[in-house]
């Protein structure tokens, strides 16, 4: 019998298919890559991206030369412009804004490798530092309401031709809809029981152990109870925190050491899939925002990474109604992830 | 330069590239490579694959479950929910979880294989859409469905597995998300204003003009102001109606030469893409939805769903809807 699940946070239902439960297989139409000696983001090729923002480089070396470890540089391609003031406009009954904000390309190592996976966990790490040095620069811009992290990997994931990992992030000056829903969902559960939900929900989940995927030092991943696509993973401090670049320099490192953990126990276990990761954290505190509108989020609201496996197409159902059918229960992808050995 | 807009129902913020849009060339729409099968269980002939009909449309002398038929209505072989039982609710810890009760039925809409609505007669259309409206109102009278979801899948690429064209009908035992975030803000809406926002937009749209497609005596088709994928296409009845199920046979007939064309015109700009489209309309809970209006909306699939839409809601719309509405119109 398959079953309904309410995701706690923000109240979506799925379907779960847990007679159904199998194994899906990796289906990645692959276009052709781009010639490894075209590759933009490849140490010595700096000249033909823009000008570097920061980088974690040997000292001593120039901007926009090699002896990098970790570069970040504007998208070529943005799709909000950094340039100009924000205007806000009504159109009859819509709201319009003009696309200001930023769009960067976070350069995870100098080498032409493909998959974070592949990376060591202190390299991973230092990825993670530009993040949060992105971070704590674009939280300085009274423009900018949120940062968006993410990465796109293999080419049906949005991932282009270009096989050189990277992530990338965007600052809008709006809160995308999302994390807004997560942000309410999270207060709501706060209001009530004066407790963070997804510190319950770890909680729960360690002491079932059903749906954990990996459990070691600073942090843990999970199946979520109501997953929306087979394989989805997220990734979750243990010690409470709303705000990502919070992190302290140890546990980036646990932070590296577990986006490797995982993310190689889906390329090992389901064929290399592509995947498309997200990181959810609280939205820039301006001193000027509504006056008590986040007066609870530090104690309310927990950062997190949430991994998906791009294994079947969403189909119009899905988009249409927000109602997912996961064909692989958590409990089963959870069990057959933890049995990968991974790196 | 983008422009952000903002959905005036949900509150969705999408990206929309102004500046330079994309055109229909730039997509690149993959063929629609089936798997190969010696027989299709949709086909005239081939009745005995499926279960066994619920209903069809058939002259009176054929027997249910042999050839005859123009539209008929199976259940799912692999249905996403299961008919029988009674609904049971429980909490799993901090979770909430239901047995999932409903039904799946399939509509297929012809019985020659590898034809799409576009290749059906407006006649054949109107049968199909008298079809649709039927099993919707018959799975209405039971009280434990609250939502009655009505969808095609077009195109591997909209995630259909087999090339016969078929509609899909899955009766839900709760109102999915999408849906309840359109009924909260529509009311939101309406309690304050005293109209349906769905209402307003159509006159919006109407005046503006350079997004509408077409418009018949009953229905405007349209681009909507805010798409959420480039050449998002929407089919709004003009007169306020809160449930497609209680369409008049006028209505219907309109709505089968709108629908008809629209999809023409897509296939025609878009060189045969993958699209879903989805019959939005009120839930079946004995609630009032003053403020709702059930519409029709149709989702190219042209473009990938990357990290960013799916884990933040944010879309990013390569070519602004006006400009889309022109391609369409085939005006370039």
Known sequence: MPELRRDPIIGRWVIIAVERARRPKGVRPNPPAASEKECPFCEGREATTPPEIFAIRKEGTAADTPGWQTRVVPSRTPFLKIEGKITHRGKGLYDVINGIGAHEIIVETPQHIENIADLDEAQIAKGITCWIDRFKDLVRDERFKYVQVYKNYGASSGGGTIRHTRSQLIATPITPKRIKEELRGAKRYFDYHERCIFCDIIRQELESKARVVADADGFVALAPYASRFPFETWILPKEHGCDFSGTSVENRLYFGRMIKKVLGKLRDGLEDPPYNFVLHTAPFRHPKAKAGYWKTIAEDYHWHLEIIPRLTPSAGFEWGTGFYICPVSPEEAAKYLREVEGP | ?332
């Open chain 2, 1 to 332: 330069m983008t422009q952000l807009r903002r959905d005036p129902i949900v509150g969705r913020w999408v990206i929309v590239e102004v500046e330079k849009p994309w055109k229909p060339e730039d997509f690149a729409v993959a063929p629609h490579a089936y798997e190969e099968i010696t027989r299709c269980p949709f086909c005239a002939g081939n009745e005995r694959m499926t279960p066994p009909e619920i209903t069809a449309v058939r002259p009176d002398t054929s027997a249910p479950d042999t050839p005859g038929w123009q539209v008929r209505v199976v259940p799912n072989k692999f249905p996403a929910l299961q008919i029988e039982g009674e609904l049971d609710r429980r909490g799993d810890g901090l979770y909430d979880r239901t047995n999932g009760i409903g039904a799946h039925e399939i509509i297929v809409e012809t019985p020659e294989h590898a034809k799409d609505l576009p290749d059906l007669t407006y006649e054949e259309v109107r049968l199909v859409l008298e079809t649709y409206a039927k099993r919707s109102a018959d799975l209405q009278k039971d009280a434990r469905f609250k939502y009655m979801m009505l969808f095609r899948n077009y195109g591997i690429a909209a995630g259909a597995t087999l090339d016969h064209n078929h509609a899909q009908l899955i009766a839900l035992p709760m109102i999915p998300k999408n849906v309840l975030e359109e009924l909260d803000g529509s009311a939101a809406y309406f309690e304050y204003r005293e109209r349906c926002i769905f209402c307003d937009i159509l006159h919006q749209e109407k005046e503006d003009e350079e997004r509408i497609l077409e418009e018949n005596d009953a229905f405007v088709a349209f681009c909507p102001y805010v798409s959420r994928f480039p050449f998002e296409i929407w089919i709004l009845p003009k007169e306020h109606k809160d449930f497609f199920c209680r369409s008049t046979p006028q209505e219907l007939e309109a709505l089968a030469r709108i629908l008809k064309d629209t999809l023409t015109r897509m296939r025609r700009t878009l060189n045969d893409p993958a699209y879903n489209f989805i019959i939005h309309t009120s839930p079946n809970d004995g609630q009032e939805y003053p403020g709702y209006h059930w519409h029709i909306e149709i989702m190219p699939r042209i473009s990938r769903i990357a990290g960013l839409e799916w884990g933040t809601g944010l879309y990013v719309v390569p070519t602004p809807p006006e400009v889309a509405a022109h391609y369409l119109k085939g005006t370039p």
